[in-house]
């Protein structure tokens, strides 16, 4: 665990470099300044569609249309689930306390995720993103993400690998599950801050949860019920952070660039209007997100011809694409990173 509670940038080796230039531009421009309308606007949109997919669970009963509901929820949750994101940036709140508080209020009460082992995971991968030794979101467990780790991989890694490319979606309906056992696993350990509150919080959400489901659905319905929400949570979750820098240069050993090229070279934007800002949650601004983790999230686009400007002054790839193109370039570099292992049947 870090010893910081938030995520925070930039790392102290930024300071004075390339990275001050740009820092004073957007510092000027007033995009580090707080968005408290926007946000109290999105949380309460956000809560209403909570309270509101419940109630309908509960009004619709023992009906085969429950899995619409089920359907809704899961978009739900996942916007709840980005909700946190924000909140462990510290985009909402000033107060590191009030921004964990309501960090574990959306992570592990809303959905069921354990708000301080997702956030040191995340503080990781945004001091050194794509690099293989350094980034979780990277770590060869269930998938290969170079051609280096196919060749050593072992277990599950080195069979699923071979043709992840193909299967990395239907992968992604079990992202969910995936939050909610590591979540819990996260638990045991002591480098875990406030492992009781996590702990309890957690337990009270599948407990009202699956008390929920079953007290309106008899067996089969509820499993299935359960089955569609946490697929299409999972595929929505893992949708949005997949364009981001899969695909992207890879880094190894030594390799650290300073932080303006660590952040701009292994990150791409995703281009859309308001409606995908809305769906990936400001995430598809990935480049401007990652170099100011603490903006909000309306600020980003405002960011964005600012960094692409200041890139193409220092002569620094910016690669922006559209939200289809992000992912075929992701699945092409999973699917070549897979190489080693095809070849292994040869």
Known sequence: MTSSSTIEAPDREARGSDFARLSRRITEAGLLDRRPAYYALRLGVVAALFVAGWVAFFMVGDSWYQLLVGAFLALVFAQVALVAHDLAHRQVFRSRRTSEIAGWVAGNLGVGMSYGWWMDKHTRHHANPNHEDHDPDVSPNVLVWSQRQAAVSRGVARYIGRW???????????????????????????????????????VVHFAAYFAAVFAVLPPGK????????????????????????????????????????????????????????????????????????????????????IVRAYCAELGIPYLESSLYSS??????HMHQAGAPLRARER
């Open 164 to 202: 992840q490319a193909f299967l990395f979606f239907p992968l992604l309906t079990l992202e969910g599950l995936h939050l909610h056992v590591a979540g819990f696993r996260a638990l045991g350990r002591p480098s875990l801050k406030h492992r009781g509150v996590e702990g309890t919080l957690l």
């Open 222 to 305: 509820g499993l299935l019920f359960v089955a569609v929400h946490q697929a299409i949570f999972g595929v929505y979750l893992g949708c949005t952070f997949a364009p981001n820098h899969k695909g992207m240069p890879m880094m190894t050993g030594d390799e650290r660039p300073d932080f303006l090229r660590r952040q701009v070279l292994t990150s791409r934007d995703v281009r859309g209007g308001r409606m995908v800002d809305i769906a990936l949650g400001g995430l598809n601004y990935q480049i401007e997100h990652h170099l100011f983790p603490s903006m909000p999230m309306p600020n980003l686009r405002r960011a964005q011809p």
């Open 327 to 332: 992912y075929a370039q992701a699945l092409r």
